[in-house]
């Protein structure tokens, strides 16, 4: 397998942590998706039409969703997670759906915006150019419905970071954040009995996404679930899925 992803990407995350938690042999393919943009590019269309990252690949099976591989590594996985239990499954499931409906990248930029002025400018330039980018190639593209879905949703992107109250939108997305976090079970050895679960796989990164942008003091210190993500942290399968607790901008502009 072939798991085209990008280092600071969350959802890139969730899909190594997916893989290597359910012992899963893959080859990284690291995207530099911030200066040089390969996720545009057209040998990476022809692989994702989303243009999107990750992507997994095996013998010309191709998943362009982190939800999809997330269920392909709890399906591999077997009885070794906890999604295998028919008691469990319905919960999990409900839970990782309320997962996803968590806009992430709205809260780790709402954040910067809100603690980094110079960003307020930046985004929406950078945003500009990618929609003026995808204008110029839509005209002679194979691919322009899936182009038309990306300028549509940068220029959604554009109207939120440039619109409104910074701070109240931000406080919407923390709300959000915690609404999901309340619905968890209380952890004893996992979230769901002993064995791992996909629960567990969403939860630790985004615990770790939290802890990245200041915002772990949604968490409660010293409560069951701080417990538990602490001990996750040790766990050989999370330190080699390259799990961002810190920016590490430095690694961007060396495009690693």
């Known amino acids: 397998m072939i798991l085209y992803n990008a280092s600071s990407s969350y959802y890139s995350m969730i899909g190594r942590l997916a893989l290597l938690e359910a012992s899963i042999p893959f080859e990284s393919k690291r995207m530099d998706i911030h200066i040089t943009k390969e996720q545009f590019t057209t040998w990476y269309q022809a692989i994702n039409s989303k243009m999107t990252v990750p992507t997994l690949v095996d013998c010309g099976h191709v998943w362009t969703d982190s939800k999809d591989i997330l269920k392909l590594s709890a399906n591999l996985a077997g009885t070794q997670w906890s999604d295998s239990d028919p008691n469990f499954l319905p919960d999990i499931e409900k839970l990782v759906k309320e997962h996803y409906s968590i806009s992430i990248e709205y809260l780790t930029f709402g954040k910067a915006l809100v603690t980094i002025p110079p960003l307020r400018i930046l985004v929406p330039r950078m945003l500009h150019k990618i929609i003026q980018n995808l204008e110029t190639e839509i005209v002679d593209s194979s691919n322009s419905e899936a182009i ?5 949703l940068n220029q959604k992107r554009l109207a939120y970071f440039s619109e409104g109250n910074r701070i109240d939108k931000l406080d919407i997305e ?5 609404a999901y ?9 996992q979230l769901f009995g002993k064995k791992l679960s996909s629960v567990d796989i969403v939860t630790a990164v985004l615990c770790g996404r939290l802890k990245m942008i200041g915002e772990y003091g ?3 210190k010293k409560s069951p679930l701080d417990r538990w993500f602490n001990n996750f942290q040790m766990r050989s399968a999370f330190k ?8 590490q901008p430095l690694r961007i502009l060396l495009k690693r």
Do not use: G
């Open 148 to 152: 038309q879905a990306k300028i549509d």
């Open 174 to 178: 923390r709300n959000n954040v915690l």
């Open 181 to 189: 976090l309340e619905k968890l079970p209380v952890p004893h050895n």
């Open 218 to 220: 949604l968490i409660q």
């Open 240 to 247: 080699r899925a390259d799990i961002w607790l810190s920016f």
